[in-house]
């Protein structure tokens, strides 16, 4: 069964303050990893998609990387407006060719100004 | 791009009721769509998958005749909750795909559902 764990559950920083969020996973044959961001009292807004081990992607001050085990959100010198909840999923080749998401938990980030 | 939107944002209903929840894809066109529902400080629990003019795939669990799913087209799914109960007051999110071997879910913004 496909599992996502997500590190720490919540995350207070002081702002420019960097740090790293982080997502282990199992899965039987990984087709994709994604990032969301989700807001309170709203839908999950799309952040990545990582396919392979060694990829990396950028927006603004967000990096995601992923290995065969893992994948880190580094955010760099965070804005009090990054503050929300950041969502791990994977879709794994077992779905039957269907695009099923597992999610992580979550880790709330709290920047403080 | 890739826009999806939901109708109602906020649904207060009395026990006993029905209730249909819309989900559109605004800006391309979604082969599969996906309903899920979340609680308090919890994660998204998907409750179904639905491809257009299929029936939907309902996950372990989740009551078909009490949670009715439409794909009526390529940028239209509803989620129906027929004889709603307190229980079933929670936030529901739709997401829909363009499809492919790996595609990107966009979610909706959700629509918070109240029964009382």
């Known amino acids: 069964e496909d599992q996502v764990t997500q590190s720490p559950e919540a995350l207070r920083l002081q702002e420019g303050e960097s740090s790293s969020l982080n997502c282990s996973y199992t899965v039987s044959g990984l087709r994709g990893l994604f990032w969301y961001r989700q807001d309170p009292g709203k839908g999950p807004e799309f952040l990545f998609t990582l396919y392979s081990a060694g990829e990396e992607k950028e927006k603004e001050r967000l990096k995601a990387t992923l290995t065969k085990k893992e994948s880190f959100l580094h955010i760099t010198a965070p804005k009090p407006e990054d503050s929300a909840t950041y969502l791990c999923a994977v879709q794994g080749g077992t779905q039957g060719g269907s695009e099923k998401l597992v999610f992580g938990k979550g880790t709330k980030l709290t920047v403080n100004p | 791009g890739a826009v999806v939107s939901q109708h109602p944002s906020r649904v207060i209903c009395k026990s006993g009721t029905s209730v249909k929840i819309e989900c559109r894809s605004l800006d391309f066109q979604a082969t599969t769509m996906f309903w899920y529902r979340q609680f308090p400080k919890q994660s998204l629990m998907l409750m179904a998958t639905?491809?257009?003019?299929?029936?939907?795939?309902?996950e372990q669990g989740v009551e078909k005749d009490k949670f009715l799913i439409n794909h009526a087209s390529l940028t239209l799914s509803t989620l129906t909750v027929t004889s709603a109960h307190p229980e079933d007051s929670s936030f529901y999110i739709c997401?829909?795909?363009?499809?492919?071997?790996?595609?990107?879910?966009?979610f909706g913004p959700g629509t918070r559902l109240t029964v009382l």
């Open positions: 639905s491809n257009e003019g299929s029936k939907a795939t309902y």
């Open positions: 997401s829909a795909s363009r499809g492919g071997l790996v595609d990107t879910q966009y």
